[in-house]
């Protein structure tokens, strides 16, 4: 069974700094996109990064260029999502993903249980 397990949220100050790791068990990468999603509270659940694991291009919403870099340790079989410059509309539980999609949700095919990222001002 694959498995995603996320971990690194936490509460800082903006501008402040993340790194969320989330670690895959049982996934074959190839032809998928890994990458996160988020939800905060009162909007809907939208992609905000991706690595597509055949040719290594990256997806990345555009309030989150230049302040976040995705990246995959095939050899640790974990996913990083380096936050910098954090912002309160950050703010969110965000998801690690796997599936043919890192931008339409429907699509996504495995999902993590969340972790909450809680940036104050």
């Known amino acids: 069974q694959v498995q995603l397990v996320e971990s690194g949220g936490g509460s800082v100050q903006a501008g402040g700094s993340l790194r969320l790791s989330c670690v895959v068990s049982?996934?074959?990468?190839?032809?998928?996109?890994m990458g996160w999603f988020r939800q905060a509270p009162g909007k809907e659940r939208e992609g905000v990064a991706g690595?597509?694991?055949?040719?290594?291009?990256?997806y990345y919403a555009s309030s989150v260029k230049g302040r976040f870099t995705i990246s995959l340790d095939n050899a640790k079989k974990t996913m990083y999502l380096q936050m910098n410059n954090l912002k309160p509309d950050d703010t969110a539980m965000y998801y690690c993903?796997?599936?043919?999609?890192?931008?339409?949700?429907?699509?996504?095919?495995?999902w993590g249980q969340g972790t909450q990222v809680t940036v104050s001002s």
């Open positions: 993903t796997a599936g043919p999609s890192c931008i339409i949700e429907k699509l996504v095919t495995y």
């Open positions: 049982g996934y074959n990468y190839g032809g998928y996109c």
């Open positions: 690595i597509y694991t055949a040719g290594g291009s990256t």
